[in-house]
């Protein structure tokens, strides 16, 4: 009987270990020929942090020997050890450990370290790996990927699709370029009537200042992955909402199910339902018109404000040329290709980085919002959430206690230098901007630099 026969044995643990639940990692420990013991996982199902297959087939040897030390035999297990089972290897006095998949993240025969090559512990054990490592390996994907579908089963559950909205498959946003976060969701807050809604929540809870990064058309919480990193490396937290229509959250079929304050009150409750204070906001395009909305319904809420290539839509200050151009555009090819847009703006975009910003969209039925979101910016005294941003004019204007930060990319041909200027002036107290030459609509695309200079300034 060789390895490969061992292995077998080792395997069958492991798919007993499966069976209950437990990662599949199975182990057999064999003298003279023969199988003396065998283990599986089993830490969940004891409460045990120590039961892993190597241990327990361990524990069943030296009983089985009458004998803590094990000389003279041999430990198969499907999946390299960590160095809690390596350390108990080694004190158990094997002659030899053979192991099949390599482990990356915690394997201590190799991957990570290799404590069996350490000359200077008293006790040197042999180490083979790699047999049988494809039938290990697959065994131990299946379970991941089992597990993966029934936890997003289980948030299905937690937030049903309505008959009226589509949701993004999830694989729509597996090995994103740069967007390592999990997604968080809810659909109980009352505006949303049961639509999910997805946003990104990471740092500490209770950090000095809450960054609300708002997205615009036809953008997600993709576009901040530059300037998230740099707002958590300075401690702070990072909370970046995706409007429904967009992202990762539910998507409505029919056009009419978008209006300015629907997505107003949704952010506002948002807001309350995950009680962000000390808040800096952060917002750029449709971020911006409808967050300079948000915080003179409260204000207490908000240190400062963060503001990039925007407009507030008072329906009595005529809209840009820019934009009525690009509002045309999108009238005349509703469906037009998000990842091209992208890419003409932002050169230095990779072709994966630009797709990421149509995964949210696998076809035309998921583009309700992109297609009336630029119709949708008020341009009448009459117009839904006009008289709400005027409110919002007067607000920064007289009432306005933060600090602002704005910055300007400067080859946007939408929501540019001059329509920029004309918000500075709004802003009571807003500095003097970062002029980013270089910076087209989407300045997060050049963030970094941005992100640098708020984690500084506020």
Known sequence: MNDDFFMQRALEQAHGAASQGEIPVGAVVVKDGQIIATGC???????????????????????????????????????????????????????????????????????????????????????????????????????????????????????????????????????????????????????????????????????????????????????????????????CRVVAPDLIGFGRSDKPKKDAAHSFSFHRQTLLELIQALDLRRMVLVVQDWGGLLGLTLPMAEPERYTGLLVMNTTLGTGDVALSPGFLAWRDMCTKSPNFDIARLFARGNPHLSAQQCAAYAAPFPDSGYRAATRVFPAMVPEQIDSDGAAISRQARTFWQTQWQGKTLMAIGMQDPVLGSSVMETLRHTIAGCSEPIYLQHAGHFVQEQGESVALAATAYF
């Open 41 to 235: 996982n089993a830490p969940i199902g004891g409460n045990d942090p120590t039961a892993h297959a190597e241990i327990q087939a361990l524990r069943a040897a030296a009983r089985a020997l009458g004998n803590y030390r094990l000389d003279g035999c041999t430990l198969y297990v499907t999946l390299e050890p960590c160095a809690m089972c390596s350390g108990a290897i080694l004190h158990a006095r094997l002659d030899r450990v053979v192991f099949g998949a390599t482990d990356p993240k915690t394997g201590v025969a190799g991957s990570v370290i290799n404590l069996f090559a350490e000359p200077r512990l008293n006790h040197q054990t042999q180490v083979q790996g790699g047999v049988l490592a494809h039938e290990c390996a697959a065994l131990l994907q299946a379970f991941f990927q089992n597990r993966r579908l029934q936890q997003a089963q289980q948030k299905q559950a937690q937030h049903p699709l309505r008959d009226d909205a589509l949701r993004t498959p999830e694989s729509r946003f597996s090995d994103l370029p740069d967007y390592p976060w999990q997604p968080h969701y809810v659909s109980n807050l009352p505006t949303l009537a049961g639509l999910r809604m997805h946003y990104l929540d990471e740092g500490p809870q209770d950090a000095s200042h809450t960054y609300l990064c708002l997205h615009g058309n036809p953008a997600w919480s993709y576009l901040y992955r530059r300037m998230i990193p740099v707002f958590l490396q300075a401690g």
